[in-house]
């Protein structure tokens, strides 16, 4: 979706709304700050007109000394609460990121472009902590020293007032806005290109061995160099903005300390002001050029920040049911139901019994939607028309809660995450035995293995690196789901990684844990379904 830089900026700025007194503090270190900064050399100029005038220095002296010490005091302390600040929002936002993951469910997850989350996740929020870091409080502070410093060059004459007044609103808003103009478009297309350049280079390796395998290494790395110079194309365009925003800020700074030095000699009937006013002046831009250099710099953090917004604001496929009905899953059946992805129909008016305390098998070559039936019955998808049931009571009204704590899902790839064996298997049940974690792996075949591990069910996935097999990897996915022991027990392709030995020892423990149990096996092997009571065949769907 398209915004202009002020729709963004202005989103992004509702979150700082819990951080408010955080950031009314840092302003005002920052002003008091800057102000600290800007008199040090203009009580040098007022010390060199008292000299004129033999006036002792000590106490200007002083004055210099203790404005160079809360400089540096104020300085910290500004900083330290805007990053504070920034890493505090920056958590609160990836929280509310992976807040909104879960709402879009398996359905958007299983067509987003993981390399682009990926990017959203780490680099583009890590881009926000110039905006809520550099940004904010940086706008007020500039607004406020640039007043303060209109009105003290106001009250030598008005005509260095007005001087003072356009010199700021040239540097702090006419340059930045100019720059943001030219750059903003940039900014969001370098974002989106470094989003799809992660992308492909995650899938780069992920695809490593076939690439070896088929000679496709060159290739690839041709297409990641083509695309890595493109991408530097467009990063030295957002760069050269940049350069000719700080010339021009630097140019025109000199361009109005000049002016004004011109007119407190011509225009000023005080003398101290043709010394004070200049040294004012120039010494008084600090917190504007801050500013003049956030025009071309926010080019990316915008960019990112409306990625952000996209994610946020997309609308959920599936939404999760809190307040519904929860059943005993005695009862699971489909009735007519139609199922499309986009334009592409899978299933058109299916019907299914499933029955109960038994296992199902179905068979049916690739495409015909056995995998999708699957996911329907999770309520990962909605059916587009029809209905399936569960206890008789429609599955949308049913608490999702309720679903996922009776229905357990193997599928034919089994994630498992940079922790011990232990830890992967209590994804299942957080609060399970080590009796309960020996006895679910016997079931899966798989606990002669893990105690070879180095450390048995305490050994780091992450340790084993390739040593895993995928068969293993699957008998430790079907570990879990007997750990967790729902009602409902979902197969897809559980033994498509296993020899024939311990697809047999795997069915076997299946047909073993079917006791009060409903259990849903798709295989394309005719092996795998001898342990099935009743066999359902499907066929693609074929539109006339």
């Known amino acids: ?196 350049q992660m992308a492909f280079v995650l899938e780069s390796v992920r695809g490593l061995k076939e690439l070896m395998w088929f000679h496709g290494v060159q290739k690839r ?70 500013l003049s250099n956030l025009g071309t710099g926010l080019a990316q953090t915008l960019g990112a920040g409306n990625r952000l917004l996209d994610l946020l604001e ?37 019907s299914l019994q499933i029955p109960q305390n038994r296992i199902l098998g179905i068979q049916g070559k690739s495409g015909c939607g056995k995998s999708t039936l699957l996911k329907l019955l999770m309520r990962m998808w909605d059916v587009d028309a029809g209905k399936i049931t569960i206890d008789g009571e429609n599955i949308k009204n049913i608490n999702t809660h309720c679903i996922r704590s009776h229905e357990s899902l193997v599928s034919q790839e089994t994630m498992l995450f940079h922790d011990s064996i232990a830890a992967n298997l209590r994804i299942a049940k957080a609060d399970a035995a080590d009796e309960e974690l020996v006895e679910a792996c016997k079931k899966a075949n798989i606990h002669d293995f893990i105690m070879t591990l180095p450390q048995g069910y305490d050994t780091r996935v992450a340790e084993l690196g390739s040593s895993v097999s995928g068969g293993e990897k699957q008998r430790i996915g079907l570990a879990r789901a007997f750990l967790h022991d729902g009602n409902v027990l979902l197969l897809d392709e559980p033994t498509s990684n296993l020899d024939s030995l311990n697809e047999g020892a795997i069915l076997k423990a299946v047909d073993d844990h079917k006791k009060g149990k409903t259990i849903i096996l798709i295989s394309h092997r005719a092996s795998s379904l001898q342990f099935a009571d009743q066999i359902v065949k499907m066929t693609k769907y074929e539109k006339k």
């Open 1 to 196: 979706m398209k915004r202009n830089n002020l729709q963004i900026l202005s989103r992004l700025i509702v979150f700082v709304k819990p951080m408010i007194g955080i950031m009314i503090v840092a302003v005002l270190m920052g002003v008091a700050g800057f102000m600290a900064a800007i008199l040090i050399p203009v009580l040098g100029a007022y010390g060199i007109y008292n000299v004129r005038t033999g006036q002792p220095l000590t106490t200007i002296v002083a004055a210099m000394i203790l404005c160079a010490i809360l400089r540096g005091v104020l300085r910290y302390a500004e900083q330290a609460c805007n990053h504070y600040i920034a890493f505090k929002l920056l958590a609160h936002i990836r929280d509310i990121i992976f807040g909104k993951l879960r709402e879009l469910s398996f359905a958007k997850l299983e067509v987003k472009d993981k390399g682009n989350l990926i990017s959203l996740i780490t680099s583009d929020v890590e881009l926000l902590e110039v905006f809520y870091a550099h940004t904010i409080s940086p706008v007020c502070i500039a607004l406020i020293v640039s007043l303060i410093c209109i009105v003290w060059q106001w009250s030598m004459d008005w005509k260095l007032g007005v001087c003072a007044l356009a010199a700021y609103m040239s540097v702090g808003m006419g340059i930045p806005y100019v720059l943001s103009k030219r750059s903003s478009a940039s900014g969001r297309e370098l974002r989106k290109e470094s989003g799809e």
């Open 221 to 290: 790395e041709e297409e990641i160099l083509k695309k890595t110079k493109e991408l530097a194309q467009k990063e030295k365009r957002v760069k050269e903005v940049m350069a000719q925003g700080m010339s021009l800020t630097n140019a025109a700074v000199i361009v109005f300390t000049v002016i004004i030095f011109v007119l407190a000699i011509h225009t000023s009937d005080r003398q101290c002001a043709v010394l004070i006013s200049p040294i004012l002046m120039i010494s008084s831009f600090g917190p504007v050029i801050a």
């Open 314 to 350: 997309e609308k959920v496929t599936v939404e999760e049911v809190t307040n519904g009905k929860n059943t005993g899953f005695d009862d699971l059946q489909a009735e007519g139901i139609d199922f499309a992805y986009d334009q592409e129909q899978v299933l058109k008016d299916f």
